[in-house]
Nanobody, 125 residues
């Protein structure tokens, strides 16, 4: 079993930056793609970014391309999301996820094996 704990959320002004972290415990996640999703009030959970098990490939939602950067440190069992140039529309609960398929390059929503409990990001205008 894997437990995921997100941290780094908070209140920030538009144009500011935050760095989210997601630490996994229970077993190593270094062989699995990981990613971030977000859910704004009254909306569905949406894909934000993912990273392959090796860290060599990343993908981003169009809405965050050029502003957000996903990275991982397998030695620390941790994935990060650096968020720059934040906008009020980025306000949401951000969730970390681990794909259940070993050595896969892409994280697929239907293949997510573990979810974190989320961290709130609130961007004021």
């Amino acid at each position: 079993q894997v437990q995921l704990v997100e941290s780094g959320g908070g209140l920030v002004q538009a144009g500011g930056s935050l760095r989210l972290s997601c630490a996994a415990s229970g077993r190593t996640v270094s062989r699995y793609a990981m990613g971030w999703f977000r859910q704004a009030p009254g909306k569905e959970r949406d894909f934000v970014a993912d990273i392959s098990w090796s860290g060599g490939r990343t993908r981003y939602a169009d809405s965050v391309k050029g502003r957000f950067t996903i990275s991982r440190e397998n030695a620390k069992n941790t994935v990060y999301l650096q968020m720059n140039s934040l906008k009020p529309e980025d306000t949401a609960v951000y969730y970390c996820a681990v794909d259940g398929r070993e050595f896969d390059t892409n994280l697929a929503t239907e293949a997510v094996a573990y979810w974190g409990k989320g961290t709130l990001v609130n961007v004021s205008s």
